[in-house]
Antibody, heavy 121, light 108 residues
């Protein structure tokens, strides 16, 4: 079965960077796009971008351009999301989510458990 | 960027009642519209994709409909476990993928 297991909670100071990992299992890692979505406390869902694990190609939401970097390591079936120049309003739960299927790009059928990133001085 | 507006923000209903949730897009999303359920402290769960296709394991009481800019999620008879927040999401014109602001279905 498809499983996405994310790294643990992080506490960072303003201006620092954070790198969250998402280890995939139960399917061919390079076969499906991986998205990153965040959710601030008490707020809705916000798409940050996606990575093609096969090619490494990325698409980022304009809001995060220049601050976010999505990468992957195919040898360990793991995707990464790094966010730099952190601010207090980056405090959120960060999720990785896999496409439902090859014909359903952008439908997030499988989700990681989420990683809480807290930005505080 | 396509903006999705969900209404109402909160829906207060009793178990057994019918719930009708709306999602309106700022331009046509050509039925590339999904619905997710999120319970407190839990991960979002895909319910419906491409406007009307139920995801695997989703009960038949959940149904989706709509076209163009207007979409509806219907829960035919609310079960206690259905009280949650529901989000719509479009994948028609992206990046970016966008989500609606959510509708909270609460117990009346």
């Amino acid at each position: 079965q498809v499983q996405l297991v994310q790294s643990g909670a992080e506490v960072k100071k303003p201006g620092a960077s954070v790198k969250v990992s998402c280890k995939a299992s139960g399917y061919t890692f390079t076969g499906y796009y991986m998205h990153w979505v965040r959710q601030a406390p008490g707020q809705g869902l916000e798409w940050m971008g996606r990575i093609n694990p096969n090619s490494g190609g990325t698409n980022y939401a304009q809001k995060f351009q220049g601050r976010v970097t999505m990468t992957r390591d195919t040898s360990i079936s793991t995707a990464y999301m790094e966010l730099s120049r952190l601010r207090s309003d980056d405090t959120a739960v960060y999720y990785c989510a896999r496409d439902l299927g090859k014909s359903q790009e952008g439908v997030m059928g499988y989700w990681g458990q989420g990683t809480l990133v807290t930005v505080s001085s | 960027e396509i903006v999705l507006t969900q209404s109402p923000a909160t829906l207060s209903l009793s178990p057994g009642e019918r719930a009708t949730l709306s999602c309106r897009a700022s331009q046509s999303v050509s039925s590339y519209l999904a619905w997710y359920q999120q319970k407190p402290g839990q991960t979002p769960r895909l319910l419906i994709y491409d406007a009307s296709n139920r995801a695997t394991g989703i009960p038949a009481r959940f149904s989706g409909s709509g076209s163009g800019t207007d979409y509806t999620l219907t829960i035919s008879s609310l079960e206690p476990e259905d009280f949650a927040v529901y989000y719509c999401q479009q994948r028609s014109n992206w990046p970016p993928i966008t989500f609606g602001g959510g509708t909270k279905v609460e117990i009346k």
